[in-house]
Each structure stands twice: as structure tokens, then as C-alpha cells.
């Protein structure tokens, strides 16, 4: 592992969680991948290379500065209940969307239209844990195929109340292959959600680029 850079935990390997390890990878990033199927998390680490190392789940948290659970929202209160004392203290990334099948072919919300992933969650996390959204505004095809965009790098959102730790996250988003761009606290997270100003499969409708962010933020 390389300790100049943040160390990082992706924790659960679905789609979205394959698509941040990869890239982190792809920038030259070291991860720490566990889930609960072993097998998976072994194969994709044979898959990613050197770069990549395997850890069960209460180890890889308790060796990281960030952890990423790419899970699923309703997941996520018994993740941080489970784990709580191996995230005490840490960076945790939330990536989630509060959504559901709606039964014609799209999705909705399972939250009120007016509440906010990560909001609801910086209230359940661990207590010294610190909570920023991130990773969670764009699809995992926007994800792969948009990163390492040249020669204007696409922009990922992320939302944080913990100053201290922006240029952890800043620096995981850039060796990710985007470039960050803060919208504010954690009260602002709702923008970056689906369906939101800021979300590709929202209001932004697609992936944009710094000079894009910077003049749609300036008129949202």
C-alpha cells in the first residue's frame, strides 16, 4: 500500500462499488476491497492487480482513513450498527440513492421528495465519524466511461460538513479520474441525489465538465 495517499476501503462490490475501484486503480490509487462474498472480492482484486488487496470487512474498515460502503441505502443503518466501533473516527463516503423499483420500468424515492440521503445518515453514523457524499452522481456507465476525461476532466459533486477531510475526498475524486467540486455542506446532498439539480438522472441530465459545473451551479 502506498501511505503518501489516503487509504481507502470499498466496502461491497456491486456495480458502483466495482466501478470506484476500478478507477481508483486505473489513477494509480491503492484500495482495500472486502464484501461478504469472498470469492468476488478475490476475483476482482486478481482483475485490478497489484494495486488491490482483500480484507474482511471489520479489517478493512479498521485499516482505512475512507471508507466507501457502496451498498444499499436501506443497508447502511445496520452497516454503521454492525461496524460501529471499527468506524469510529473514520471517513465515511456515502454513494447511495434512496430509490426503488416504481413499477413502470423507471424508479422513485423511497424517502420524502423533500429529505435527503445523506442527511438522514449523518445522523445515524458512528459518533466521532465524519459522513460526505460522494461517488453517488453519476450512473456506474457514466462512472467508467466518462473517467479520465481529456482534456477537460468531468466533474463528480460531493457534499461534506467536515472541512478537514475535503482534501482526502478531493483527492480520491481526482485519482478517480474526475474532478471534484464541492456544492456545500452535507445539508446540500440532496442536490447531488438522483433526481436532483445536480444529478445526472436529474435536472443536470448528463455528465458535465468544471467551467459546465461552475455555471450551473452559479444559476441553480
Known sequence: MNTS?????????GNIGKAIATNLVKGNHSVILASRDNEKTEALAGQLGNLA???????????????????YFNAL???FKTFSKEL????????????????????????????????????????NAKLIKAFGTLGVGSLLNSAFNEPDKKVLFYASDSTNSNSQIEELITSSGFAPFNVGGIDQSIKIEVFGDLHEFGALGKTVTLSEAKSKVSHS
Do not use: H
Request: proline residues 6%; negative net charge.
Open 5 to 13: 495517499k489516503t487509504t481507502v476501503a470499498v466496502i461491497g462490490l
Open 53 to 71: 488487496i482483500t480484507k474482511n470487512i471489520a479489517d478493512a474498515i479498521r485499516d482505512a482513513d475512507v471508507i466507501i460502503p457502496a451498498i
Open 77 to 79: 443503518k445496520d452497516f
Open 88 to 127: 469510529d473516527g473514520k471517513v465515511i463516503v456515502d454513494v447511495s440513492n434512496p430509490i426503488a423499483p416504481d413499477g413502470n420500468g423507471g424508479f422513485k424515492k423511497i424517502i420524502g421528495e423533500s429529505e435527503s440521503a445523506g442527511k438522514i445518515l449523518s445522523d445515524l453514523i458512528p459518533k
